[in-house]
């Protein structure tokens, strides 16, 4: 059964830096393309960046770039998202999934970026 388990979501002030982590099982991992959604208050899901199955190559929403990292661990069955000078914009649920679409991800966590 494939479970996606995110991790790392908090309250953060503006201009602030919070890393999430999405634990992975079930699937060969680093075999699989890695993406991260959000999806904030009232509003669709929206594609934040995804990473490739080595890790080499990465692509970000226009908004995060320059903010936002993605990384994973293929040792460690992980996915996570560096993100920082974080805005109020960023206030989202975030989403680990192992597709664009997001049809399967994880039970998401939050992140709340407020003064």
């Known amino acids: 059964e494939v479970q996606l388990v995110e991790s790392g979501g908090d309250l953060v002030q503006p201009g602030g830096s919070l890393r999430l982590s999405c634990a992975a099982s079930g699937f060969p991992f680093s075999t699989y393309w890695m993406y991260w959604v959000r999806q904030a208050p009232g509003k669709g899901l929206e594609w934040v960046s995804h990473?490739?199955?080595?890790?080499?190559?990465?692509s970000y929403l226009d908004s995060v770039t320059g903010r936002f990292t993605i990384s994973r661990d293929n040792a460690k069955n992980t996915l996570y998202l560096q993100m920082d000078s974080l805005k109020t914009e960023d206030t989202a649920v975030y989403y680990c999934a192992t597709d664009p679409r997001a049809l399967r991800r994880g039970q998401g966590t939050q992140v709340t970026v407020s003064s």
């Open positions: 990473i490739n199955d080595d890790g080499t190559s990465t």
